[in-house]
C-alpha cells in the first residue's frame, strides 16, 4: 500500500486486503460476517502485520480521497481502518474507555470539514470558508510533518548520542516497544509544538527522555511512562 | 450529506448501524439488502458494508449502510463512524433488556453530537422469538416517541418489517434533506449546519500562526 503514490491506488489496495481477510474468515464458516467480527479481525491482523507505514498511509488517505468516494465501500473501509488503528493506539487494559479522546475527536471534525467543504465549493456564499480551509489543511498537514519528522530526528539523536536507548529498544517485547515509539512520537510531538526552540532544546529533550529509559529500564511500560510524563511536565 | 449531485434528484444517504453486538445488526441488513436484489447489489466485500438503490415517489435513493462493531469495547468507535450519516437504526434484541439500554445510551449520544439532523429507529429484532421477551412493546414505543425516533418490531429471520423500517427511514430523510436545502435556498448566511459553524471558532487560533498561506482565491 505504502508503494502506491495516488490515493484511489492505496484504497483499492486496501480493499483487496479487508477482501482477504473476509475470504479467511469464511474459509473455515458458512455464515456472513459483519462488522462485528470484522473489526476484531483487522485489528488482529494489523497488531500481527507490523506495518511501520500504516498510520501516515491512512491518514493520506482521509485526507486526498475523492470526497464522494468517502460515502463508498473505499470510505466504510477506510473509516474501519482509522477505527481500528485507533482502537489499537489507545488500548488500555482494564480500563474500559467509552468515549473517544478530545483531541482525535477534534483531528475527525476538522477532517471531516476540510473534506466536505470541497463538496458544496460551488456555492458562492461559502466562498470566503473555502479560501480559509485550505490554509487550516496546509497547517495540519504541516504540522504532522513537522511531527515525523521530529520523532525521526529525535529518534536519530537518541542513537547517535546515547546508546542505551538503542539497546533498550532492541531489548523490549515488540508490544513495549511499538507502545514506546507512539509515546515517544507524540511527546516529541508535543514538545515541538510548544517550545519551538533550537535543536539542541531537542537533543536535550532526547536525552531527557533516553535517561528515563536507562533508569526505568527495569519497570512495567505502565510505571515508566508514568514517571516519565512527570519527568517530562516538570522539564516543559 | 444528503448531497443531491449536480441538481440531479439522485439523494444519497448514510446509514449507520447501531446496537449491541449478536443483536442481529448485521442479519438485519443482510436479509434487506439481499432478498430483493439476488446478490448482485451486494459488493464485493462482505456484509458490513452494503448499498441499496431505491426508488421512492420518482426520486433515486442510494442508501449505503455502514455496519459497526456493537461490542462494549468498541463503543468509544462510534463517532468514527456515525459521523456525517444522515440516518441511524439502532437495533435491540426484544429478549435482551440490556441491549435495550444499549440503545438508549446511543440515542443519547447522538442527540448530544448530531443534534436533530439525524433521523432515528429504533428496531427491536428478533420479535420470532416473542415469547421469551424481556422489553415490552409500551416501553419501547413511549421511549422512541420521547425522543423523536420511530419504533420498528422487525424479524430478520422471518422478514418482517425490514422494508417498512428502511422505506419510513428513507422517507424521513428526504424530507430532512429537502428541508435543508430549502433552508439553504432561502437564506444562505446560515447555510453551514449550526454544528460546522460552532467548531470554526476553536479552529481561529491554530490558523493565525501559520502565515501567508492563503493568498489563493
Redesign the interface.
Known amino acids: 500500500m505504502h508503494k502506491a503514490s495516488s490515493p484511489n491506488k492505496k484504497v483499492e489496495i486496501l480493499?483487496k486486503v479487508?477482501?482477504t481477510i473476509?475470504h479467511s474468515m469464511?474459509a473455515n464458516a458458512s455464515k456472513?460476517?459483519?462488522?462485528?467480527d470484522?473489526?476484531?479481525c483487522l485489528t488482529w491482523v494489523l497488531l500481527r502485520s507490523d506495518l511501520v507505514t500504516l498510520q501516515i498511509d491512512t491518514d493520506y488517505m482521509m485526507e486526498l480521497l475523492d470526497p464522494?468516494q468517502l460515502?463508498?465501500?473505499g470510505g466504510?473501509?477506510l473509516?474501519?481502518l482509522?477505527?481500528a488503528l485507533?482502537?489499537i493506539s489507545?488500548f488500555r487494559p482494564r480500563l474500559?474507555?467509552?468515549?473517544?479522546s478530545v483531541e482525535a475527536?477534534?483531528s475527525?471534525?476538522?477532517w471531516?470539514?476540510r473534506r466536505?467543504l470541497h463538496?458544496n465549493q460551488s456555492?458562492r456564499?461559502?466562498h470566503r470558508?473555502t479560501?480559509?480551509r485550505?490554509?487550516?489543511r496546509?497547517?495540519t498537514l504541516?504540522g504532522s510533518d513537522n511531527e515525523a519528522e521530529s520523532a525521526e530526528k529525535s529518534g536519530r539523536d537518541c542513537a547517535s548520542g546515547n546508546p542505551t536507548s538503542e539497546q533498550r529498544a532492541e531489548s523490549g517485547t515488540e508490544a513495549l516497544q511499538t507502545l514506546d515509539e507512539g509515546r515517544e512520537e507524540e511527546l516529541e510531538g508535543r514538545g515541538q509544538s510548544q517550545t519551538s526552540g533550537p535543536s539542541n532544546e531537542v537533543i536535550s529533550q532526547c536525552d531527557n527522555i533516553a535517561s528515563n529509559d536507562r533508569s526505568h529500564s527495569g519497570f512495567s511500560a505502565a510505571g515508566a511512562k508514568d514517571s516519565e510524563e512527570e519527568d517530562r511536565d516538570d522539564f516543559i | 450529506m444528503a448531497a443531491a449531485a449536480g441538481g440531479s434528484r439522485t439523494y444519497s444517504f448514510k446509514v449507520v448501524l447501531l446496537g449491541e453486538g449478536c443483536v442481529g445488526k448485521t442479519s438485519l441488513v443482510l436479509r434487506y439488502c439481499e432478498n430483493k436484489f439476488n446478490d448482485k447489489h451486494i459488493t464485493t466485500l462482505q456484509a458490513s458494508f452494503l448499498t441499496k438503490k431505491l426508488n421512492i415517489t420518482g426520486k433515486r435513493v442510494n442508501l449505503a449502510i455502514w455496519d459497526t462493531a456493537g461490542q462494549e469495547r468498541f463503543h468509544a468507535l462510534g463517532p468514527i463512524y456515525y459521523r456525517d450519516s444522515n440516518g441511524a437504526v439502532l437495533v435491540y434484541d426484544i429478549t435482551d433488556q440490556d441491549s435495550f439500554q444499549k440503545v438508549k445510551n446511543w440515542v443519547k449520544e447522538l442527540r448530544k453530537m448530531l443534534g436533530n439532523d439525524i433521523c432515528l429507529c429504533i428496531v427491536g429484532n428478533k420479535i420470532d422469538l416473542d415469547k421469551d421477551r424481556n422489553v415490552s412493546v409500551e416501553e419501547a414505543e413511549s421511549y422512541a416517541e420521547s425522543v423523536g425516533a420511530k419504533h420498528f418490531h422487525t424479524s430478520a429471520k422471518l422478514n418482517k418489517g425490514i422494508e417498512e423500517l428502511f422505506l419510513d427511514l428513507c422517507k424521513r430523510m428526504m424530507e430532512t434533506a429537502q428541508a435543508d436545502e430549502r433552508l439553504k435556498g432561502n437564506g444562505s448566511s446560515q447555510s453551514a449546519s449550526s454544528r460546522r459553524g460552532v467548531q470554526i471558532v476553536d479552529d481561529e487560533p491554530q490558523a493565525t500562526p501559520s502565515g501567508g498561506c492563503c493568498s489563493s482565491g
Open positions: 480493499l479487508c477482501k473476509y469464511t456472513v460476517f459483519g462488522a462485528d470484522f473489526l476484531p464522494a460515502q463508498g465501500e466504510y473501509y473509516t474501519t482509522y477505527a485507533y482502537y489507545s474500559a474507555v467509552r468515549q473517544l475527536q477534534q475527525l471534525n476538522q471531516h470539514r466536505t463538496c456555492r456564499s461559502q470558508r479560501i480559509r485550505p490554509m487550516c496546509e497547517k504541516q
